[in-house]
């Protein structure tokens, strides 16, 4: 009898270790396919085409099931920028016309600190999480050059664990981008005209993979 409540306990116990240990060191390499989204402006408005997006991270476990990771992704797209207004100057430009075409082409570059937690067990071998993370994002524009804005994002998916250090990770995930993007005006019964800045934020939806491999094992 006693041989059974010591294997009960073993059982249970090797069901309560935590997914990933403290001190775990992973590198995880990302793939993955990022949405479009649409941009307004007041005069115009842009599209931030869907394409492939890939990276690197490095993810640490500070605490069971707990990590924080250094990643950089980097989506390659089009961003064609199109008019709400006529516009005259060189060409003329209809209301709905693009107004860079030809020379669209452009990339978002991420990087950002996340955090993220596991549920489940060593037992386990898919690994729900839920992330969340914030930094900057590297925006190349082929005629405004490049620019630095806040990002952040947001994730979730499964991590399956094979006998191995590595791991595959199936994920969804938004990122947004904020840019400063000109000034709007109201008037002020005291102060008269006050100028505020005006933002544009990017929300785009992507689905994903990451290879992970574990240094501690």
Do not use: C
């Not at 386990?124 to 630095?148: C, D, R, V």
């Not at 590595?166 to 005209?193: E, F, K």
Request: net charge negative; no cysteine; glycine share 10%.
């Amino acid at each position: 009898m006693k041989k059974y409540h010591l294997l009960f306990a073993v059982f249970f116990f090797s069901l309560t270790i935590s997914a990933q240990s403290e001190g775990s060191f992973l590198l995880n390499l990302y793939g993955g396919y990022t949405f479009s989204d649409k941009v307004d402006f007041d005069s115009s408005y842009a599209r931030v085409e869907d394409g492939f997006e890939y990276g690197a991270g490095l993810e640490y476990f500070f605490i069971d099931n707990q990590s924080i990771e250094l990643k950089y992704n980097r989506l390659d797209t089009n961003m064609p920028l199109y008019t709400k207004i006529p516009l005259s100057g060189n060409g003329s430009f209809p209301a709905g016309s693009q107004v860079n075409a030809g020379d669209d082409k452009g990339a978002i570059n991420y990087i950002l600190a996340d955090y993220t937690y596991y549920f489940g067990s060593s037992a386990s071998k898919a690994l729900p999480f839920l992330g969340a993370g914030a930094g900057i994002a590297i925006l190349e524009t082929p005629q405004s050059g490049s620019g630095t804005y806040f990002a952040w994002e947001i994730k979730a998916g499964v991590k399956v664990k094979t006998n191995s250090p590595v791991s595959i990770n199936l994920h969804a995930y938004l990122q947004s981008m904020s840019a400063a993007v000109g000034y709007d005006y109201y008037w002020d019964y005291y102060w008269g005209p006050v100028g505020v800045t005006d933002y544009a934020s990017t929300f785009q939806f992507g689905l994903g993979a990451a290879i992970s491999y574990d240094f501690s094992k």
